[in-house]
């Protein structure tokens, strides 16, 4: 009996890993609208870098951030959003000093997947028709200590720290795109 269980637990972690590889999204968001919304989200994590030459304070990561996403003013016409493509938009960038003095940047950030490859709103089987596209938003909050990143963290996907994505970048997608919460791009 031990040895059967076993055996269907390491099918199950075997056939999990096979859909992964063959970009299956953990969700009910269909795969490549996931896909190209976790590239797009990647490009704010690769502000970081490596952690010898990670942007040693608040300045220059915004600097290196504006370097892989769209900066975003707030106030000005997001026409730089193509819809057909997938954005990674930053704003709402503040600094802080933490209870140990030391600095904290905090921004959003907003991320569509742009449409799918062939443009259709493909059906997932027995689920309604797929949306064009998808997209979500979070805070950001990056902590600095002795001129390094020292830690970052998101906001969390309820309550009263769940953000609301600013309807002008929504509009900018076009018409179909659908909200998805940031945790179903973790993974």
């Known amino acids: ?5 076993r055996r269907v ?3 199950a972690v075997v056939a999990g890993a096979l859909m992964v590889c063959a970009g299956y999204a953990p969700s009910s968001i269909d795969s490549s609208l996931w896909l190209q919304l976790d590239r797009q989200e990647n490009v704010v994590y690769e502000a970081f870098g490596d952690p010898v030459l990670a942007p040693s304070d608040p300045k220059s990561f915004v600097d290196s951030l504006g370097t ?3 900066y975003w003013d707030g106030a000005s016409s997001p026409d730089f959003i193509d819809p057909a493509v997938g954005a990674t938009v930053f704003y709402n960038v503040s ?3 933490d209870g140990r003095n030391d600095p904290v940047l905090e921004f959003d950030v907003f991320v569509t997947s742009g449409h799918r490859p062939d443009g259709s ?6 689920f309604a028709p ?3 596209s998808v997209y979500t938003c979070y805070r950001l909050s990056v902590t600095f200590v002795a001129d390094t990143v020292w830690n970052h963290s998101r ?6 720290d769940r953000l609301v994505c600013p309807q002008e970048l929504v509009d900018a997608q076009g018409g179909g795109a ?9 993974g």
């Open 95 to 97: 600094e802080r000093t």
């Open 121 to 126: 709103s493909a059906s997932s089987g027995w």
């Open 9 to 11: 637990v390491a099918g």
């Open 68 to 70: 892989v996403a769209d």
């Open 155 to 160: 906001s969390r996907d309820y309550g009263e």
């Open 178 to 186: 659908q909200y998805r919460e940031p945790w179903e791009f973790d």
């Open 1 to 5: 009996m031990f040895l059967e269980t």
């Open 130 to 132: 797929s949306p064009s």
